[in-house]
């Protein structure tokens, strides 16, 4: 998926869940109220945290792709490593989740935004392997490489695909927005 995408699927993505815990607040299921005020207590208490939470947000549905010359990110100071290797890895994200326990609740952003990267990844025709290199992926002589047993491929990059998936995604976070509007 292209970095521009990233960045609207994984707003679109974060409205999703936002929008779901406040659905399941309202309907008494509060197994996550603790976690969803601190998240939301982090973001609201003051202008600069927002602002914070927000590009940190951005900037983890953009940081898997670090290991590519032609991503978004990658173009200033790639990782020399082939493509959805580590970065495109739960091993990936486990430090920054010891961040945001351990340092600051904002580092939960990042790790949000990170995550819906992979997710959004996942649906494409490479898939991800999610605990690479224990689990990887099929390479062949043309460069290409298929995560292995990958079934869900809904989309190649660039490809009118992409395009309606991320409509997909952005239509289910309006619809579960004015759900909880009218709610």
Known sequence: MQGKSHIIGG??????????????????????????????????????????????????????????????????????????????????????????????????FLVFGMFTHLLLDSMSKAGVCFLNPFTGYKRYPSGAFIKKGHIISLYANGEIGEKLVLLLVCLIAVTLAMINIFM
């Not at 790639?78 to 739960?90: G, N, V, Y």
Request: glycine residues 10%.
């Open 11 to 108: 707003i679109a993505m974060g409205s999703i869940g936002c929008s779901t815990l406040s659905l399941l607040h309202k309907i008494g299921f509060e197994r996550f109220d603790a976690f969803g005020g601190l998240l939301m207590h982090t973001a609201v208490s003051s202008p600069q945290n927002f602002g914070k939470c927000i590009g940190l947000y951005v900037l983890g549905s953009l940081l898997p792709d670090i290991d590519s010359k032609e991503s978004l990110i990658g173009r200033f100071n790639p990782i020399p490593m082939s493509h959805r290797w580590i970065p495109h890895s739960l091993w990936f994200i486990a430090p920054f989740v010891y961040m945001a326990i351990k340092l600051s609740p904002v580092f939960w």
